[in-house]
């Protein structure tokens, strides 16, 4: 009887090993296609990863190696720290989803510097090392492969195969089958470490693809954390503006990030109705986040606290309601904690004179100025220049001036009457000039400017059908369009329309 049931053990043992060598084999020929459509350049050496689990990897970083990477994956800092687009991610927090789709700059995963700990607590951190790779069930073979080159100033990271109901339901649409795959192929060898990561979900890719930190960015920013931690003059607001592709985005998503390594929450109003960051296009809003953004705006689309449905892409054609749904939406700011403020890519003609509106509805306390090629795009909006130069719907103090004829017959200039006293705005204006792949190169597609943008996918699942509602009534109140199929995450779109419109 005993001899039987051991056979029947064994017999479960080898299906099991048999079970488990077959899914082995298909996360390796998953890996290996990448190798076969030549996407995946060489790796750095001294990188080591290797294979936790099923569709997991585990990553051992020395102080300041970075991992430039594409595709999408979970992680999770079980030693160490690491820093991810500003966020610095430590062992005490849960895992977070990354996405680095080819559409936008790679992501870049780097180990944060730490003190090398006296001699007598090796072993300890060794022991809680392990302890962690043990917690999360990391195979023992993998465990000795990391401890064999632990070192105490190290990042240990756990990645893990990210598949989501939004990233499923985006990746279901033909244009956006291969999102997270590198479109570039380039010419390269294939390692262990390389199958490791393309088994997770993700391609190391050259650091030149990554987000790159130009010195006035470091400084601008560093200004930015130090007013908004300190608050000396008040709750800090700033205003992030410049010309199309020159990394507006990126600067506020980096922006959020390092203000939420201090700041609980980060109040951020979208004010780019054609590029918005975390509700559907068309929309002005005003959001809390609380969590780090590490992906482009259609990994993050939450719930606004207040939003309205302007009704187009683009405000051209009815600039005065524009700046009144801005006006309306601001109102619901509470100035409790910092405001990042992102504003439009139109930034000549006309569009500049709105921004010169929109700076004086919102009175920043720092404005950014993103421009490449010496401004040639726009002119630098110090506080004089704003003061004097006319906006679509506000005057400037320099139109106040009236031409008189003096007593000899010549022309003399004289302001008029209450102009005299007033003051130019008074706000701390920080010039950024991005190094980026792509910034700044004009009429180049994007991802944000093209119809391949996921945002635009949902977007139009759940888009009404219905003109433009008009804002100048004054009786508000929400409706909600029929439910659509949306995968769980993404809202029901809440417009504020007016009473007259839903007659």
């Not at 187009?312 to 600039?319: A, G, K, V």
Request: proline share 8%; glycine share 6%.
């Amino acid at each position: 009887m005993s001899a039987r049931r051991s056979t029947q053990a064994r017999r479960a043992r080898r299906a099991a090993t048999r079970g488990r060598s077959r899914v082995e084999a298909a996360w390796r020929e998953f890996a290996a296609s990448f190798a076969r459509a030549g996407m995946v350049p060489p790796v750095e050496p001294g990188l080591a990863a290797v294979e936790a689990a099923e569709g997991s990897a585990v990553v051992l970083l020395a102080p300041r190696q970075a991992l430039t990477f594409t595709g999408k994956c979970r992680l999770r800092c079980l030693y160490g720290a690491v820093r991810l687009l500003g966020f610095a991610v430590g062992s005490h927090q849960p895992a977070l989803p990354v996405f680095s789709p080819a559409t936008h700059c790679s992501l870049t995963l780097e180990a944060l510097p730490a003190e090398r700990p006296p001699a007598a607590d090796l072993r300890q951190l060794r022991a809680a090392a392990r302890a962690a790779l043990r917690a999360h069930r990391v195979r023992r073979q993998a465990r000795v492969k990391v401890m064999a080159r632990f070192s105490p100033e190290c990042a240990v990271v756990l990645l893990e195969h990210l598949d989501t109901p939004v990233t499923r339901f985006l990746l279901s649409h033909p244009p956006l089958s291969r999102l997270f795959e590198p479109q570039k192929k380039e010419e390269s060898s294939f390692t262990s470490e390389d199958a490791v990561l393309a088994s997770v979900g993700i391609v190391k890719c050259s650091p030149e693809r990554g987000l790159l930190v130009s010195e006035s960015m470091g400084l601008a920013l560093e200004e930015l954390i130090q007013a908004c931690c300190e608050e000396d003059e008040g709750v800090p607001v700033v205003l992030v503006c410049g010309p199309k592709n020159t990394g507006k985005s990126t600067f506020n998503r980096y922006l959020i990030n390092l203000l939420l390594n201090r700041l609980p929450s980060v109040e951020y109003m979208e004010c780019d109705i054609g590029q918005t960051e975390f509700t559907p296009p068309g929309c002005v809003s005003l959001s809390s986040v609380t969590e780090p953004v590490l992906g482009p705006p259609f990994t993050h689309q939450q719930t606004p606290r207040k939003m309205v449905y302007y009704g187009q892409t683009s405000c051209e054609q009815d600039t005065e309601r524009y700046l009144d749904v801005v006006k309306y939406v601001f109102s619901s700011y509470k100035k409790e904690v910092p405001l990042v403020i992102n504003t439009m890519g139109w930034v000549k003609g006309e569009g500049l004179l709105l921004l010169i509106d929109t700076i004086r509805l919102l009175s920043p306390t720092h404005i950014v100025q993103m421009d490449v090629y010496d401004w040639k795009a726009m002119a630098p909006l110090t506080p004089e220049y704003v003061h004097l130069t006319p906006g679509l719907y506000t005057k400037g103090k320099q139109q106040a001036k009236c031409k008189q004829l003096g007593a000899d017959g010549g022309e003399s200039w004289k302001a008029s009457e209450g102009e005299g006293g007033a003051s130019a705005p008074e706000y701390k204006l920080l010039y950024v000039h991005p190094e980026f792949p792509r910034a700044g190169v004009a009429g180049e597609c994007t991802a944000a400017s093209c119809g391949i943008c996921p945002c635009w996918a949902t977007w139009a699942s759940c888009r009404p059908q219905t003109s433009a509602p008009c804002f100048h009534c004054t009786a508000l109140r929400p409706i909600r369009y029929p439910s659509v199929p949306l995968p769980s995450g993404l809202f029901t779109l809440t417009l504020l329309l007016p009473t007259s419109c839903m007659q």
